[in-house]
């Protein structure tokens, strides 16, 4: 019986695929899609204090080998979401689920932070220092002392599980800094990769989203290879206590794979979920499930981490 359960933060998931934030996750309806088919959990969009509008449309493309977008954090607020958590809580207790959020400047974040830490939620919450779609405000964790300035502060008070989502770093030098930073603090997760943030497609002549004159994250096939390098940049440096969630160019079971090779505990689906449906999560299971019987791979921890290199 080949099982692709996991854990995170100690708590137990059925299956280690879900959405990733930014798709199929912005109302209740969404959300519920998700939970309800075989994906084992979901996360929220990232959620600021205050409902957002973001960016004019167009502002999300699906194009052949992935997708561009500048949503420009377009939510419905902390509330919203925080009260359909707790109401989980009562419905389906034996499940957990991710909460998404960033303030928009550091004194918002610790609003939002201090709101969770103060309510009832007992689920998993995913601090993003990574959108890169909202005009003047530039990637957080692209700034390490900025980054370091606000986890030390975060931990001065939030004691719920907590992890980090991570735009994609591509300098080796970078993963040694970020790491360095990440093993001072109990997190219980980072996850690799954001977008490939500013990105610029063209057809014919022209940009294809409004926003920023076309600029936007790139996700999808295009941005695989980098997932995979920040996913096992991270499981090599990180302490074992910090666990990796791999999001990135997952279109099929053999990427899920891949990513759990390079140590990922839990798999993201973001731009093929948007482009396929939830009947995305039935499709990667099967075929991740096909790889590890034929290689005799019971569960993800015979695999987990488990990349090979070529000897000297
Ligand atoms: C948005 C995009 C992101 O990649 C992100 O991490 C958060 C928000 C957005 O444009 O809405």
């Known amino acids: 019986m080949v099982s692709t359960s996991t854990q995170i933060a100690g708590f137990a998931f059925d299956n280690c695929l879900m959405n990733a934030a930014g798709v ?24 600021t204090l205050e409902f957002r509008q973001g960016n004019p449309e167009p502002r999300y493309q699906d194009v052949p080998l992935g997708s561009i ?7 419905n607020g902390l509330d919203y979401y925080l009260d359909y958590l707790l109401e989980l809580q009562e419905s389906e ?30 689920g998993i919450t995913e601090l993003n220092l990574s959108c ?20 030390s502060e975060v931990f001065a008070y939030f004691t719920k599980p907590l992890g980090i989502k991570l735009p994609p770093y591509f300098d080796i030098v970078h993963f040694d800094q970020a790491a360095a930073i990440f093993n001072k603090y109990p997190l219980k997760f980072v996850n690799c990769v954001n977008s490939i ?8 002549e022209s940009v294809v989203i409004r926003p920023k004159n076309g600029f936007g994250g790139i996700g999808g096939q295009y941005i695989k290879p980098t997932a995979l390098a920040n996913v096992h940049a991270f499981y090599q440096r990180l302490k074992p206590e ?19 090779l390079c140590g990922a505990s839990m798999v993201q689906v973001g731009t093929t979920l948007h482009k396929e449906g939830v009947a995305a999560f039935e ?30």
């Open 24 to 47: 199929a996750c912005m109302t209740k309806e969404e959300l519920a899609e998700v939970k309800d088919s075989a994906a084992g959990t979901f996360v929220t969009k990232t959620a």
């Open 69 to 75: 977008n500048s949503m420009g954090l377009p939510n």
């Open 93 to 122: 207790p034996n499940r957990t689920f991710f909460l998404s959020l960033v303030g928009m400047s550091p004194e918002e974040t610790h609003t939002i932070l201090k709101k969770v830490q103060a309510s009832d939620f007992k």
């Open 132 to 151: 890169p779609n909202v005009p003047g405000k530039p990637q957080i964790a692209y700034d390490f002392e900025t980054t370091e300035k606000i986890l």
């Open 197 to 204: 943030g500013n990105g610029l497609y063209i057809e014919d």
């Open 242 to 260: 910090i666990q990796i969630i791999g999001t990135g160019g997952v279109l099929t079971g053999r990427d899920a794979f891949e990513h759990i």
């Open 283 to 312: 499709r990667i299971t099967t075929e991740l499930k096909a790889i590890m019987e034929e290689k005799g791979y019971e569960n993800l921890e015979d695999f987990r981490g488990k990349l090979k290199y070529i000897e000297e």
